[in-house]
C-alpha cells in the first residue's frame, strides 16, 4: 500500500511563495494520479491539483489555477505543488492522495496559514 508524507508547510505573507512536498513510499504504477487537496476552517475538502504520475498530464482547480503547478519526480517519488501569489484564502491543510485507480487513506496533511 502507497504511503504519503506531506512537508513543506508554514506560515507565508500574502503575495508569497511556498513549495509542498509528498514523499511516496510503495510502489507507483504508470496508470496512478497523484492530487494535492486542501481544507480550510470550517470548509470541505476542496480538490487543489493533480497529475498522471506517467506522463505529468496536470489539471488545476478554478481558485488556484495560474498560480499553483503540480509536478512529480519519478526518480524520487515526490509530488510537488509550487504555490505562488498566495492569498488569505489559501490558508489551510493541504494533503497530497493518490487519486486513481483508487483514492487512497489521508494522511495528517500540512498546514499552510497566509496572512494578509
Known amino acids: 500500500q502507497v504511503q504519503l508524507v506531506e512537508s513543506g508547510g508554514g506560515l507565508v505573507q500574502a503575495g508569497g511563495s511556498l513549495t509542498l512536498s509528498c514523499t511516496v513510499s510503495?510502489?507507483?504504477?504508470?496508470?496512478?494520479?497523484m492530487g494535492w487537496f486542501r481544507r480550510a476552517p470550517g470548509k470541505e475538502r476542496e480538490f487543489v491539483a493533480r497529475i498522471t504520475w506517467s506522463g505529468g498530464d496536470t489539471s488545476y482547480g478554478d481558485s488556484v489555477k495560474g498560480r499553483f503547478t503540480i509536478s512529480r519526480d519519478s526518480a524520487k517519488n515526490t509530488v510537488n505543488l509550487q504555490m505562488n501569489s498566495l492569498k488569505a484564502e489559501d490558508t489551510a491543510v493541504y494533503y497530497c492522495n493518490v487519486v486513481a485507480p483508487t483514492l487512497g487513506p489521508w494522511g495528517p496533511g500540512t498546514q499552510v496559514t497566509v496572512s494578509s
Open positions: 510503495g510502489m507507483l504504477f504508470s496508470n496512478y494520479i
